[in-house]
């Protein structure tokens, strides 16, 4: 119809936007080691606020490539559990996902994201609303797996993720002591006081270092699943 209005019954596509040249400007590409890593097209995401919606989250996501689905998990009360699965259209978008969103923030909360590792490890998905937990054990000799866990940490600090606001350090070095020797637990704050829902953690050793990743990510504090892993600026320096 010659530049005018669209034929009716039918949508004017979405203008694309242009780079400096007149040639459209490329997505974002994940790494190639981060694309390399992953399998599937699902992503586990933490440190959601607890007024994060389905709909929030799946907006949040469509910045990093096509979304299919989005889902927040939910206690039987109906409460959000501070967590959710997001589900891309290919892994590339799914490394993108990993890549450029883990830390942003949504809703207040920089949330992290990583591979969902129950849809990879094939142990099928959870019922709706739903997350298998990892119960904190008894503070005992390291499990066999541990020579392979700890050559993989090289400090003696973890970033534990996905706090409640009420978490104080005071309980959170309680909660590590179950898996080793705490020197040093702090809850990250804002300016006004207020906590960030993530902090820091220091360890006697390496070792206990990675007993704590291994033994009490997705551990339960406070009400929320918390997420462990070795403090990367601490690893760099």
């Known amino acids: 119809m010659g530049g005018g209005l669209p034929a009716p019954g039918t949508r004017r596509a979405a203008p694309v936007k242009v780079a400096s040249g007149g040639l459209p400007a490329p997505r974002p590409a994940a790494s190639t ?9 699902k992503v586990y995401v933490g ?42 259209s290919s892994p ?27 849809n990879v490890m094939g142990g099928g998905l959870p019922a709706p609303g739903t997350r298998r937990v990892v119960a ?10 541990m020579p392979s866990a700890a050559g993989g940490v090289g400090g003696t600090k973890v970033y534990v993720g996905n706090l409640s606001y009420d978490t104080t350090w005071q309980r959170l070095k309680d909660h590590f002591r179950q898996a080793g020797e705490v020197l040093h637990a702090d809850v990250l704050v804002g300016p006004q006081g207020r906590s960030k829902g993530c902090g820091l953690v220091t360890l006697a050793s390496p070792h206990d270092a990675a007993l704590v990743i291994e033994s009490l990510n997705e551990s339960e504090l406070d009400g929320r699943n918390i997420f462990v892993r070795e403090d990367r600026e601490s690893a760099s320096s």
Not at 33 to 41: E, L, P, Y
Not at 56 to 83: I, P, T, Y
Not at 136 to 145: C, F, G, I, T, V
């Open 136 to 145: 904190a054990p008894a503070r005992a000799a390291p499990p066999p797996s």
């Open 33 to 41: 080691s981060v694309i390399q890593n992953m399998n599937g097209t």
């Open 92 to 118: 590339h978008e799914a490394a993108l996902a990993i890549e450029t969103l883990n830390e942003s923030e949504l809703d207040g909360r920089n949330i992290f994201v990583r591979e969902d590792r129950e």
């Open 47 to 88: 440190n959601l606020s607890y007024d994060t919606t389905w709909q929030r989250l799946k907006d949040h996501f469509r910045q990093a490539g096509e979304v299919v689905h989005a889902d927040v998990m939910q206690e039987s009360s109906g409460r959000s559990k501070g967590c959710g699965l997001v589900t891309l």
